[in-house]
């Protein structure tokens, strides 16, 4: 793993980035806030690598956060991994997107809350980097609460539902709202995958989008006292 080199994309939100894994050394550089990943992406990683002192030869592999998140920068962060994938005859390793925060966390025991927008969350739970069960969509009100005490929660869900601090204050020691995305996670992910033989070939690449649809109908907004 040591040995390997790889270059990691993470746009599930609009706090993107993107890192180069090394030989074991992580160099990451974050998307700027104020233009489109698309337009962004790119560039960043050409300037990063020339930065690391890498051409695309000199990679294993390509990984992404592959999800959930949101639809469109899913969908960029698959699509540019994909070309450059193909284009330089690399693999893929899609990345969970809370996977990846809850390696990032360095907890034992993890509980991750991503706000899906909507008023719902993504969530999921980690035990010893080992999810537990599959990762969800949910209101605040249905994040499941786990049995045991001395958990990490992290993810900007925590902060805008309050909800779900409240139903997971009796299990949780340790609160990181501020916790969020990164390629740097991304990318130590993707290589102990990449070192058990866990890429995929490019074309099988494709975004874990979890919710199948984007936006609240009529009906739902004004119920939820917003406007038609």
């Not at 698309?38 to 020339?50: E, V």
């Not at 993810?155 to 740097?184: F, K």
Request: one cysteine or more; hydrophobic letters at 50%; aromatic letters at 4%.
């Amino acid at each position: 793993m040591w040995g390997m080199n790889l270059l990691a994309i993470e746009t599930s939100t609009a706090l993107g980035s993107i890192a180069v894994w090394r030989e074991g050394d992580i160099l990451q550089r974050a998307c700027p806030t104020d233009v489109s990943h698309s337009a962004t992406l790119l560039p960043l990683i050409r300037a990063t690598m020339c930065e690391a002192r890498l051409g695309f030869a000199d990679l294993h592999a390509i990984a992404f956060a592959a999800g959930p998140g949101s639809f469109t920068g899913l969908r960029v962060a698959c699509a540019v991994a994909q070309g450059l994938a193909i284009a330089h005859q690399l693999p893929v390793i899609p990345v969970g997107t809370l996977d990846a925060m809850a390696l990032a966390s360095g907890g034992a025991r993890v509980i991750v809350a991503l706000d899906a927008r909507m008023g719902e969350v993504y969530c999921g739970s980690w035990v010893a980097g080992v999810p537990q069960g599959a990762v969800r969509v949910c209101h605040p009100s249905e994040v499941p609460v786990p049995d045991s005490s001395g958990w990490l929660a992290c993810g900007n869900g925590l902060a805008a539902y309050p909800l779900v601090r409240d139903r997971l204050s009796g299990c949780v020691a340790i609160w990181e709202p501020e916790r969020m995305p990164d390629a740097g996670a991304v990318a130590r992910l993707g290589a102990l995958r990449l070192a058990r033989g866990e890429a995929v070939d490019a074309a099988d690449a494709a975004p874990l989008y979890v919710r199948d649809r984007v936006a609240l109908t009529v009906a739902e907004r004004l119920a939820s006292g917003g406007k038609a």
